[in-house]
């Protein structure tokens, strides 16, 4: 097992990526190439560039993905692809490069969801413990997952609305600050402090699920009714005062999390797992808490196919492959 070699596939979103992963924890490539600098001058991801982008890149990525871990195609295992969720064109690309490949070598073809790809992208930094909670924050989703073993992955609550990414980002796009608008806000929110006072939506006692539409419509009410008066508004507060209100139920939701479920370990997980104060934040809860934390490197929190082909190889142990007629799926459960 631990000599097992996956070639992992992700183009869920702008990252058309391809990696080579042995044995579930060794890293051998990871290739990334970013549409970023497309997309920015829209303010955000035009699903249909996207996908021609990734059918222009795909098999150059897999190729070099190959080059890098020096390895031969008939030397890999199975073939992991992202299913979903995600763009279901940017998706369509990714599951069918895997499905070409499958055919033509007769590799077994393991179709894998991007969430898992996140939360086992920590496994490559320090082998997961069970049981385990995961917070998943990114553009997409906000999640938290109980593990009790290795590709078991049970729900416990996630955002109502809108992700927390994309709060991020819209709150970002409201201060006419550049897309990706989370990393800005972070930046942003380091030189200011909370001083205006907006609203943690904690929902029913108990409830594990998120809402963050709340929280960006006080933002641009607060823009909206300081522009009718004339007031300047301090956008470094303003930042720092939207991060502290959207990190402090994040936070407190997934320690309680933890402590509700018995569990050994919380796991972050995810795009937004970049952001600086989150990190510190968790950094400083669960050191009070005496819980252990697993927080993945910055270039391991944004989508990567080396998370895909960790996912995968657990997936694959477990047996559960897809067939030639796989599809992908937009909104795939997890
Ligand atoms: O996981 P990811 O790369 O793509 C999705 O699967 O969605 O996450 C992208 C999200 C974006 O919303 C981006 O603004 C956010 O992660 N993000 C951040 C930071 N870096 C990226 N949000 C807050 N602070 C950051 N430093
Ligand atoms: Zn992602």
Redesign the pocket.
């Known amino acids: 097992n631990n000599q097992l070699l996956i070639l992992g596939i992700e183009t ?2 702008d990252e058309t990526s391809a990696a080579v992963v042995r044995g579930g924890t060794e890293c051998l490539s990871n290739v990334i190439s970013s549409q970023m600098d497309v997309h920015k001058k829209f303010g955000g991801v035009v699903p249909e560039v996207a996908s021609r982008r990734h059918v222009e890149r795909i098999t150059l990525i897999i190729q070099k993905a190959l080059e890098e871990a020096k390895v031969k195609m008939e030397e890999i295992d199975a073939i992991a692809v992202t299913q979903g969720p995600g763009l279901v064109g940017a998706l369509l690309i990714g599951v069918t490069a895997a499905k070409a490949l499958a055919y033509a070598t007769g590799k077994p073809l393991v179709p894998v969801h ?1 969430i898992a790809g ?1 939360i086992y992208a920590n496994h490559l930094v320090e082998p997961l413990t069970f049981p385990l909670v995961a917070l998943v924050v ?4 906000t999640e938290l997952i109980h593990m009790d073993r290795h590709n078991h992955f049970r729900r416990l609550g996630k955002t109502r609305d809108d ?1 927390v ?2 709060a ?2 819209k709150v970002a796009r409201l201060m006419k600050l550049p897309y ?4 800005q ?2 930046r942003l929110a380091a030189q200011g402090e909370p001083t205006y006072d907006l609203p943690r939506a904690w929902l029913e006692p108990g409830s594990f699920d998120f809402s963050f539409s709340g929280l960006k419509s006080a933002v641009m009410n607060l823009m909206h009714n300081a522009s009718q008066r004339g007031e300047e508004i301090r956008y470094v507060d303003l930042a720092a005062s939207f991060q502290e209100a959207a990190l402090d139920v994040l936070v407190e939701k997934s320690i309680r999390a933890v402590k509700e479920t018995g569990v050994d370990q919380l796991v972050l997980a ?3 797992s ?3 104060a989150l990190r510190i934040r968790l950094l400083e809860r669960c050191k009070e808490e005496g819980i252990r934390l697993a927080i993945p490197p910055l270039e391991l ?3 990567n196919a080396a998370m895909i082909a960790v996912a995968g190889t657990y997936q694959f142990l477990d047996g559960e492959l897809a067939d030639l007629e796989l599809n992908a799926d937009a909104n795939l459960p997890l």
């Open positions: 869920s979103c991007h996140h990114s553009g997409g989703h992700a990414g994309e991020f980002d990706p608008g989370g990393p806000i972070d995810g795009g937004v970049a952001n600086s929190c944004t989508d």
